[in-house]
């Protein structure tokens, strides 16, 4: 009973956490004309201020061991959360969303490659599979040119690819260092990366502007710390699953509430990349190693 009941609330705060980053999406879709660098500087410096808080009343350990790799992690994960915030800004909640949550992909690719897993035959099927899919979301609403993917659809896959990399340093980044560093680390070291394009965006700056920013660092923290607390309860393999709740509720979010375009064309690539990962997440791994965690970028 008492394995059943960590189940439910591991279940529970892992779906609470999709739809904070949901709901973080959402925001930023809303907040879109005042620059992705501002959104982003707002994400992170909110991040870093709620994340020190709880150190100093010791709700978190703060112990710092990795300096290289937490830069790393830093560099990557932090580029990733800007362009996320581009890709939502210029692709739309849905289809940018769905993009960015293509990493799983790339972090399989880069583990295979650095931390020496086995690839194996799920994964070799699921990659194609996921690219299809990026590729049909790409060029969703280019008309006839099949062969054209735009430099924002770039620029977003250049920010899967990203978060595939901090997911692989995550994960060797836990042999050594606590959740609460690694995440401090894309905190600061994003806010660094966009400092000056977050100060110097022309956009006006008013209170109701401020307010819509703060809620979306707030949110977006309320998300990760969820999905931290939620990952306690169940194996990463089983929460990571449930996490690929996310780009599902964005898509539908992106369609429902700011009327974006949905196309058999688009609906194929979302369940391609969506099926990809959750067969990258279903398929065997060795036993020392465990699935990728799914870690949103924004």
Not at 25 to 35: C, N, P, Q, T, Y
Not at 36 to 41: D, E, F, G
Not at 68 to 88: C, D, E, P, Q, S
Request: some cysteine; aromatic content about 8%; glycine content about 12%.
């Amino acid at each position: 009973m008492a394995q059943e009941h960590r189940k439910v609330r591991g279940t529970l705060l892992l779906i609470a956490s999709c739809v904070a980053f949901a709901g973080a999406g959402s925001l930023v879709r809303l907040a879109a004309d005042l620059g992705a660098s501002r959104i982003a500087l707002f994400r992170f410096v909110v991040g870093l201020g709620l994340l020190a808080a709880a150190a100093v009343t010791g709700k978190v350990t703060l112990r710092f061991h990795n300096g290289r790799l937490l830069l790393l992690r830093g560099l990557t994960g932090g580029g990733a959360v800007a362009i996320a915030f581009f890709a939502i800004a210029h692709l739309g909640l849905g289809k940018g969303t769905l993009i960015m949550s293509s990493y799983p992909i790339f972090a399989c690719i880069f583990s295979a490659i650095f931390l020496k897993e086995r690839f194996g035959l799920i994964n070799a099927v699921a990659l194609p599979a996921a690219f299809a899919g990026i590729y049909l979301l790409s060029i969703s609403g280019s008309g006839d040119a099949l062969w054209v993917l735009g430099r924002y659809e770039l620029i977003t896959i250049g920010g899967a690819v990203l978060s595939g990399i901090a997911v692989t340093v995550i994960r060797k980044l836990h042999e050594t260092d606590t959740s609460a560093a690694i995440y401090f680390s894309q905190c600061a070291i994003g806010m660094w990366l966009v400092l000056l394009p977050g100060l110097g965006d022309p956009a006006p700056l008013g209170l109701p502007q401020a307010v819509l920013l703060v809620a979306i660092g707030v949110t977006a923290t309320i998300g990760q710390l969820l999905m931290t607390e939620g990952y306690r309860y169940l194996p990463v393999r089983t929460g990571s699953l449930i996490c690929m709740l996310e780009p599902v509720l964005a898509f539908a979010a992106g369609i429902m509430i700011f009327s974006e375009p949905f196309t058999a064309r688009s609906g194929a690539g979302a369940v391609l990349v969506v099926g990809a990962c959750a067969m990258v997440l279903t398929g065997r791994t060795p036993p020392d190693r465990a699935a990728p965690v799914i870690e949103p970028a924004a």
